[in-house]
């Protein structure tokens, strides 16, 4: 067993990760032998290795619990506006050392099991990861939760509890085969369901017109939504914020008519499909796939967790005055709902629906309330991905809702015939529900039911406003803003990377941890030789590492010698790991054509998971598996070229990855990423950007500085003319070699001798299809980008320079700088950096 870090006499470390106290150390002794008898009821003699990860995830817990409790009282106390972040994912990865950290006592666990025989990172290992996200979206949502705790805001997450999370790809002769992941096998100690605060859901039925001029929703079925709470601590501030997730649990009348009838045995067996509500999260990313099961789960969500809002509200300080009738006036001060793109839409409709049919309120008010209450978030301008209901599954599901947003709709329509009222054309463009696609448009509702609409990179926003959104920009241009993504550093650098979050502090101290700006006092030791060599070894031995850990896990050999080249995100065709692909091949190509020729070792990794039913993606992995395949199977190439695709990408194997990046691959065809935020995962790790200009990438090149960054290929608005003028893959194809002999050889099946043909799909759209992704038009560019890559490395100094300024630029991508942005544009919310009184201190 390796000696816990604070032997290595590195008081830096100490200082970051908690002052291991002897009484500390000896208290979480007696705390985990405690867990390990009573709450695990085991001994050592039988106790395995996953009750010891138990045992100590419910020891680090019990730190949490008061400060949990206590933030509670005080957000009840001071009665501040609350939060509420409404998203379909949640991709959190594992808690154990996250807790660990933020609550200052990671090196007292260590030195604690460390002192009993076990070894902590083995520990860490074995907690299972709550992958409930796709991709950016879901992980996004985490790292807000992170800042906003970290920020001191009295913020909550809502989202469901799937049963199953992101499934678990496996890699199998090449191709990707997809498994259940059970994360909740095990018990999960960090989880506490609330049964008192179980909160209906209804669906089905009919409305009818009530005695009182009332609408009332009437024979639908009820399905009950179970709460459990998970804690999610600020970074050393006594914090504990909730994410609470719901879980379908079936009503027990919902089969009263068999449990009458008798047919006990079926009626009981007949409650789990009401229970599927909650069994699986959606695997796909930037895609609609319109299920009917899909919106019952979008619905749970924003129903449940709505009715909690305005049920705390009710409880609130200002509303506790005895037998009083709550009154609503005040509830966008009280609440703010921010919406994780169009999934928790429906949103706008239930706040309406409550306010209107259960609180009695007036129809105009109740839009003025919601309207101050919602923002929106939009992630996406792919057409495939925004979300459209088909009006009859949509009025069958949630008939009271329909006609809520057939008002809703025909108020907004008013409005734009007052301000346009000879535009016709621009009335049926903007219409929330679209008669002759029988259709009901969610981004249209979100937007109209919002104050503030938001798209996630400059670029993207711009964008939003000049296309999908332009006539809903053009009536309230006040509503648009941006606000950046960004990444918490807690976990992407503190967490995953403490050697460089180390030599970090040794030179700037620990302020960037809760204030990243403060990085940009790296610059100060660009020129400083023992700081670059420190850079060097510390990445070095990071990519030692990830070697290591690849051939224990995967059997998979790769050389730390040589340049980590990465492209790990979800498998789509906009983010082009095919043009990366045609890269490696050329790569290839021209080692064999000219073997004598001095080049640098590459190791190029690929990873992601490709949606199950995305039949092109798919074949694209088969692709790289094959091409990475023929490539080690070359004597000629030696070690010079290694292609491997790493098997299940997500969030845990992220956080061995990115510390271990030389360069990042950011590729996607200009106005289709979004952002992105794996580009700024690698860059604040030390990565080199190899990307086009498209989503964040415009603004990492602003921050860093286009000496320091390499770009390629065409911009939006050169996309565009070419569109307009349209693309023609052959006038690439035809005009550059290297290209041509890269497409010929997956036609040929250089790749795929045993089934020559199994490419042609992929090579048919290359040359026939592809105005979408216009991988050919950027391909000569981004080889001469890699020309660049290649003179640079080969100057280990100078590379290691503009590593450092890459560091030094990625303050602007915290998510803590996207939160306060968020607090002051959106919400109307203070950010404080006062720390909550620790738990010994008396009631706040
Ligand atoms: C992003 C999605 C998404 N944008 C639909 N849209 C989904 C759409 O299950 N669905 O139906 C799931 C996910 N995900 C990503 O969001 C963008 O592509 C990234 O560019 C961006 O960085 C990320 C976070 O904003």
């Given at each position: 067993k390796h000696a816990p870090a604070l032997k290595e006499n590195n008081y830096k470390q100490i200082s970051i990760r908690g002052i291991p106290l002897l009484e500390n150390v000896e208290e979480v002794k007696k705390v985990f032998n405690r867990h390990l008898h009573f709450t695990i009821v085991k001994d050592r003699d039988v106790a395995t290795d996953h009750d010891y990860y138990e045992s100590i995830a419910y020891?680090?817990?019990?730190?949490?619990?008061?400060?949990?409790?206590?933030?509670?009282?005080y957000h009840f106390e001071t009665d501040q506006k609350r939060v509420y972040y409404l998203s379909l994912e949640y991709h959190m990865g594992r808690a154990l050392s996250n807790c660990m950290i933020n609550l200052g006592i990671e090196n007292s666990v260590d030195e604690a099991l460390y002192e009993m025989g076990l070894n902590i990172e083995e520990l860490e290992e074995l907690e299972s990861e709550a992958a409930l996200g796709n991709g950016g979206l879901g992980r996004l949502a985490a790292c807000y939760l992170d800042s906003m705790a970290t920020l001191g805001l009295s913020a909550y997450g809502y989202?469901?509890?799937?049963?199953?999370?992101?499934?678990?790809?496996?890699?199998?002769?090449?191709?990707?085969?997809?498994?259940?992941?059970?994360?909740?096998?095990?018990?999960?100690?960090?989880?506490?369901?609330?049964?008192?605060?179980?909160?209906?859901?209804?669906?089905?039925?009919?409305?009818?017109?009530?005695?009182?001029?009332?609408?009332?929703?009437?024979?639908?079925?009820?399905?009950?939504?179970?709460?459990?709470?998970?804690?999610?601590?600020?970074?050393?501030?006594?914090?504990?914020?909730?994410?609470?997730?719901?879980?379908?649990?079936?009503?027990?009348?919902?089969?009263?008519?068999?449990?009458?009838?008798?047919?006990?045995?079926?009626?009981?067996?007949?409650?789990?499909?009401?229970?599927?509500?909650?069994?699986?999260?959606?695997?796909?990313?930037?895609?609609?796939?319109?299920?009917?099961?899909?919106?019952?789960?979008?619905?749970?969500?924003?129903?449940?967790?709505?009715?909690?809002?305005?049920?705390?509200?009710?409880?609130?300080?200002?509303?506790?005055?005895?037998?009083?009738?709550?009154?609503?006036?005040?509830?966008?001060?009280?609440?703010?709902?921010?919406?994780?793109?169009?999934?928790?839409?429906?949103?706008?409709?239930?706040?309406?629906?409550?306010?209107?049919?259960?609180?009695?309120?007036?129809?105009?008010?109740?839009?003025?309330?919601?309207?101050?209450?919602?923002?929106?978030?939009?992630?996406?301008?792919?057409?495939?991905?925004?979300?459209k209901w088909p009006i009859d599954m949509f009025q069958k599901l949630l008939p009271r809702h329909f006609q809520l947003i057939t008002d809703i709709n025909a108020h907004h329509l008013d409005?734009?015939?007052?301000?346009?009222?000879?535009?016709?054309?621009?009335?049926?463009?903007?219409?929330?529900?679209?008669?002759?696609?029988?259709?009901?448009?969610?981004?249209?509702?979100?937007?109209?039911?919002?104050?503030?609409?938001?798209?996630?990179?400059?670029?993207?926003?711009?964008?939003?406003?000049?296309?999908?959104?332009?006539?809903?920009?053009?009536?309230?241009?006040?509503?648009?803003?941006?606000?950046?993504?960004?990444?918490?550093?807690?976990?992407?650098?503190?967490?995953?990377?403490?050697?460089?979050?180390?030599?970090?502090?040794?030179?700037?101290?620990?302020?960037?941890?809760?204030?990243?700006?403060?990085?940009?006092?790296?610059?100060?030791?660009v020129d400083d030789e023992q700081f670059i060599r420190d850079i060097q070894r510390v990445k070095f031995e990071n990519k030692e590492r990830l070697s290591k850990f690849l051939k224990k896990n995967f059997n998979v050999n790769i050389n730390p010698n040589s340049m980590f080249d990465v492209q790990v995100k979800r498998l789509h065709e906009y983010k082009r790991q095919l043009l990366n692909c045609l890269r490696v091949i050329t790569v290839y190509n021209r080692i064999k054509a000219n073997p004598d020729k001095d080049v640098i070792q590459r190791t190029i990794i690929f990873g992601g998971k490709a949606a199950p039913g995305y039949k092109t993606a798919k074949l694209i992995i088969k692709l790289i598996c094959n091409v990475a395949r023929t490539v080690s199977e070359d004597p000629v190439i030696g070690d010079r070229l290694r292609v491997v695709f790493l098997e299940n990408y997500g969030v845990s194997l992220a956080e061995k990855i990115i510390p271990a990046v030389d360069l990042s691959e950011q590729i996607s065809l200009a106005g289709l990423e979004a952002s992105g935020t794996s580009n700024m995962k690698m860059m604040l790790n030390g990565g080199l950007t190899i990307g086009t200009m498209d989503g964040a990438n415009v603004e990492i090149c602003e921050e860093v500085g286009k000496d320091n960054i390499f770009t390629f290929g065409l911009t939006y608005k050169e996309v565009d003319e070419l569109r307009e003028k349209g693309y023609n893959a052959k006038d690439y194809y035809e005009h550059n070699a290297e290209l041509k002999q890269a497409i010929e050889q997956i036609r040929d099946g250089v790749f795929s001798p045993e089934d020559p043909n199994l490419f042609s799909d992929i090579v048919k759209s290359l040359l026939e299809s592809d105005e979408k992704f216009m991988l050919l038009a950027d391909y000569e560019e981004y080889m001469k980008a890699h020309e660049r890559v290649e003179q640079l490395y080969k100057d280990g100094t100078e590379w290691t320079k503009k590593c450092i300024l890459n560091i030094a630029a990625a303050g602007k991508f915290s998510s803590d700088r996207a939160i306060r942005e968020y607090a002051k544009d959106i919400w109307n919310v203070t950010p404080t950096d006062k720390k909550l009184p620790s738990p010994d201190a008396g009631r706040p």
């Amino acid at each position: 067993k390796h000696a816990p870090a604070l032997k290595e006499n590195n008081y830096k470390q100490i200082s970051i990760r908690g002052i291991p106290l002897l009484e500390n150390v000896e208290e979480v002794k007696k705390v985990f032998n405690r867990h390990l008898h009573f709450t695990i009821v085991k001994d050592r003699d039988v106790a395995t290795d996953h009750d010891y990860y138990e045992s100590i995830a419910y020891t680090v817990r019990d730190h949490l619990v008061s400060r949990w409790i206590r933030t509670n009282q005080y957000h009840f106390e001071t009665d501040q506006k609350r939060v509420y972040y409404l998203s379909l994912e949640y991709h959190m990865g594992r808690a154990l050392s996250n807790c660990m950290i933020n609550l200052g006592i990671e090196n007292s666990v260590d030195e604690a099991l460390y002192e009993m025989g076990l070894n902590i990172e083995e520990l860490e290992e074995l907690e299972s990861e709550a992958a409930l996200g796709n991709g950016g979206l879901g992980r996004l949502a985490a790292c807000y939760l992170d800042s906003m705790a970290t920020l001191g805001l009295s913020a909550y997450g809502y989202g469901l509890r799937y049963d199953y999370g992101i499934f678990a790809q496996k890699i199998e002769d090449g191709y990707q085969k997809e498994y259940p992941e059970n994360w909740l096998r095990y018990a999960c100690p960090w989880e506490i369901s609330r049964p008192e605060f179980l909160v209906p859901v209804q669906y089905y039925g009919k409305v009818i017109d009530d005695k009182d001029g009332k609408k009332k929703w009437v024979e639908y079925i009820t399905v009950h939504a179970m709460p459990y709470d998970s804690p999610i601590p600020g970074y050393n501030n006594n914090v504990v914020n909730t994410l609470r997730l719901w879980s379908a649990k079936a009503s027990e009348k919902f089969n009263f008519a068999l449990f009458n009838s008798g047919d006990y045995i079926r009626a009981v067996a007949e409650q789990s499909s009401s229970e599927d509500i909650t069994r699986v999260l959606y695997p796909n990313d930037d895609f609609d796939e319109g299920k009917i099961l899909r919106l019952k789960q979008e619905y749970f969500l924003v129903s449940a967790s709505v009715q909690d809002i305005i049920a705390r509200y009710k409880r609130s300080k200002i509303n506790l005055k005895a037998d009083q009738q709550v009154d609503f006036t005040n509830f966008p001060d009280k609440a703010a709902i921010q919406l994780n793109d169009t999934h928790p839409a429906l949103s706008v409709v239930e706040l309406m629906r409550l306010l209107i049919d259960v609180e009695n309120l007036g129809w105009d008010q109740a839009f003025d309330i919601t309207k101050r209450t919602i923002a929106f978030t939009n992630h996406t301008l792919l057409p495939e991905a925004l979300e459209k209901w088909p009006i009859d599954m949509f009025q069958k599901l949630l008939p009271r809702h329909f006609q809520l947003i057939t008002d809703i709709n025909a108020h907004h329509l008013d409005i734009v015939q007052k301000k346009w009222p000879e535009d016709k054309e621009r009335m049926k463009r903007m219409t929330i529900i679209d008669d002759e696609a029988k259709k009901v448009n969610m981004g249209y509702l979100s937007v109209v039911g919002s104050h503030a609409v938001n798209g996630v990179a400059q670029m993207h926003s711009d964008l939003l406003k000049s296309t999908i959104m332009k006539d809903f920009y053009e009536l309230n241009p006040e509503k648009f803003q941006n606000k950046t993504n960004g990444i918490t550093p807690r976990r992407w650098l503190l967490i995953c990377n403490p050697d460089l979050a180390d030599l970090i502090t040794t030179k700037i101290g620990e302020g960037w941890i809760t204030d990243l700006a403060q990085l940009k006092q790296l610059r100060d030791y660009v020129d400083d030789e023992q700081f670059i060599r420190d850079i060097q070894r510390v990445k070095f031995e990071n990519k030692e590492r990830l070697s290591k850990f690849l051939k224990k896990n995967f059997n998979v050999n790769i050389n730390p010698n040589s340049m980590f080249d990465v492209q790990v995100k979800r498998l789509h065709e906009y983010k082009r790991q095919l043009l990366n692909c045609l890269r490696v091949i050329t790569v290839y190509n021209r080692i064999k054509a000219n073997p004598d020729k001095d080049v640098i070792q590459r190791t190029i990794i690929f990873g992601g998971k490709a949606a199950p039913g995305y039949k092109t993606a798919k074949l694209i992995i088969k692709l790289i598996c094959n091409v990475a395949r023929t490539v080690s199977e070359d004597p000629v190439i030696g070690d010079r070229l290694r292609v491997v695709f790493l098997e299940n990408y997500g969030v845990s194997l992220a956080e061995k990855i990115i510390p271990a990046v030389d360069l990042s691959e950011q590729i996607s065809l200009a106005g289709l990423e979004a952002s992105g935020t794996s580009n700024m995962k690698m860059m604040l790790n030390g990565g080199l950007t190899i990307g086009t200009m498209d989503g964040a990438n415009v603004e990492i090149c602003e921050e860093v500085g286009k000496d320091n960054i390499f770009t390629f290929g065409l911009t939006y608005k050169e996309v565009d003319e070419l569109r307009e003028k349209g693309y023609n893959a052959k006038d690439y194809y035809e005009h550059n070699a290297e290209l041509k002999q890269a497409i010929e050889q997956i036609r040929d099946g250089v790749f795929s001798p045993e089934d020559p043909n199994l490419f042609s799909d992929i090579v048919k759209s290359l040359l026939e299809s592809d105005e979408k992704f216009m991988l050919l038009a950027d391909y000569e560019e981004y080889m001469k980008a890699h020309e660049r890559v290649e003179q640079l490395y080969k100057d280990g100094t100078e590379w290691t320079k503009k590593c450092i300024l890459n560091i030094a630029a990625a303050g602007k991508f915290s998510s803590d700088r996207a939160i306060r942005e968020y607090a002051k544009d959106i919400w109307n919310v203070t950010p404080t950096d006062k720390k909550l009184p620790s738990p010994d201190a008396g009631r706040p």
